[in-house]
């Protein structure tokens, strides 16, 4: 299983699951240096072992690398963009993260236990340059 975690501090929860993941891969971000400077850090021996791997980039910019796959599950936790506090910039977090999620991939989000899944808008083919964005509802797609 791939997973995208949003906006992941220190990197504490990127870490635990690292370590449960099996063959699997975890991809931490954070617009901040400091955080993904931090998590670089926390995380050394996942970060070694291959399992997590930490890259500065906010939502709103992410894409996926050249040959990069897709993940099957994002979330993030106390992340503005993605909570209603920022409502355009959550729009266009939900479209990148469409874009980077398989076609039966899911966001969770929360402020803490228990997270809830967010609908997303359609994924975009990789030609198609104007995202379709969607509000954010509670509902699954
Ligand atoms: C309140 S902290 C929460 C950290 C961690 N998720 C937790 O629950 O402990 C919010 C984190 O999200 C990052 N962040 C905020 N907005 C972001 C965005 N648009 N894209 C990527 N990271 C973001 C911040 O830099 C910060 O590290």
Redesign the pocket.
């Known amino acids: 299983m791939r997973v995208l975690?949003?906006?992941?501090?220190?990197g504490?929860?990127a870490k635990a699951i690292a370590g449960r993941i099996g063959d699997g891969h975890i991809l931490m971000?954070?617009?901040?240096a400091?955080?993904t400077d931090l998590a670089e850090k926390n995380a050394a021996v996942e970060i070694d072992a291959g399992r997590l791997s930490v890259r500065r980039?906010?939502?709103?910019d992410?894409e996926l690398l050249p040959n990069e796959e897709p993940f099957d599950l994002a979330f993030?936790?106390?992340?503005?963009?993605?909570d209603g506090r920022?409502p355009e910039?959550g729009r266009l977090?939900l479209q990148r993260i469409a874009d980077a999620l398989t076609p039966h991939g899911q966001l969770l989000i929360g402020g803490g236990a228990p997270l809830r899944q967010l609908r997303l808008p359609p994924r975009r083919t990789p030609t198609t340059s104007q995202p379709s964005v969607d509000a954010a509802t509670d509902h699954p797609r």
């Open positions: 975690e949003i906006g992941g501090g220190p504490a929860a971000i954070d617009r901040s400091k955080s980039v906010a939502i709103e992410f993030a936790v106390r992340v503005g963009a993605l920022h910039a977090a």
